[in-house]
């Protein structure tokens, strides 16, 4: 067996590479393999999601293309490949943190928490959980859980959210986890929960694709509004000032607000059906201070 003397130069070689590599900034890392890999959500109604059942479409996709285009400028690589990877609610951070997705322009709550793993640009959207039930379900308001089944998606911040409420309102439910937005909504629609709990404007998407949209409602005041932004790796302050310096040139050149109006205004694929879904006052006054501020 080598002595420990041998063998030190090298463990600190092997060391010091490995911190090196983790300090390599995506920037970096996309010009010398010449592609970048986007993270997105298949059911995230209109973030991102499949349209048509193969390539991802949606508000934060779009946002994301203009985010790569700005790469490709700033690593002079026009040839740049772009690869896409369906992400969940609870493989998305690891999957940013490993170096598989390099960026993810899906429905991700900005929270403290999360904020230890990764890093998040300028919040682009605030939203608060809600329940979606049943249209003839006696289910308004939160008081109205009390012994129901609740479902909502495993690895998600409103799951925390809803054990919270249980905790501090005393409004006693079941509480279940769907492996996604879309099972979510199908198990209240088979009738094997009573509410999906999730932020509003998933909800509002996932009421707008079902079969019969009439047969669905979305009830309750929101609880906990928190922001939504793109994720990225922490430690890599010049993709992060690429990202948020794209978003603040969306945001006044008017585009941002175009992109909105579409997504959020207009009819949207596959269906053609419109959210209605005008901006928040959290969301016009996040357009004037651009903040990257978490939520609790």
């Not at 390539?55 to 293309?65: A, L, Q, R, S, V």
């Not at 990202?243 to 992109?259: H, N, P, Q």
């Amino acid at each position: 067996m080598p002595s420990i003397t041998k063998l030190l130069p090298l463990i600190l070689t092997a060391a010091v590479g490995g911190a090196q590599a983790q300090q390599s900034s995506t920037l970096d890392k996309v010009k010398q393999t010449g592609s970048i890999t986007i993270g997105y959500r298949e059911s995230s109604i209109p973030f991102s999601y499949l349209g048509d059942g193969t390539k991802p479409i949606g508000f934060g996709w779009e946002i994301c293309g203009k985010i790569v285009e700005q790469v490709k400028k700033a690593t002079g690589r026009a040839d740049l490949q772009v690869a896409s990877q369906a992400v969940t609610s609870q493989n998305r951070i690891p999957l940013i943190q490993n170096g598989t997705v390099d960026i993810e322009c899906g429905s991700t709550t900005n929270n403290v928490e999360r904020a230890k793993h990764v890093a998040f640009s300028i919040n682009y959207f605030y939203t608060g959980t809600r329940f979606l039930v049943k249209a003839d379900a006696p289910i308004n308001s939160l008081a109205d859980l009390k012994g129901k089944k609740v479902v909502s998606t495993t690895g998600t911040s409103n799951v925390m959210v809803l054990r919270k409420l249980t905790r501090e309102q005393g409004v006693a439910f079941e509480l279940g986890a769907a492996k996604d937005h879309a099972e979510g909504a199908l198990l209240v629609q088979s009738g094997r929960a009573d509410a999906f709990g999730m932020d509003d404007i998933l909800l509002y998407g996932l009421r707008a694709s079902a079969p019969n949209p009439a047969e669905l409602r979305i009830v309750g005041d929101a609880i906990q509004v928190e922001p939504y932004a793109i994720v990225l790796r922490k430690d890599d302050p010049a993709f992060k000032k690429l990202v948020d310096d794209t978003l603040v040139a969306l945001i006044r050149s008017g585009e941002f607000e175009a992109l909105y109006k579409k997504w959020f205004m207009s009819p949207i694929p596959p269906r053609g059906i419109n959210l209605n879904a005008p901006m928040s006052k959290e969301l016009r006054d996040n357009l004037k201070t651009l903040s990257d501020k978490p939520a609790a």
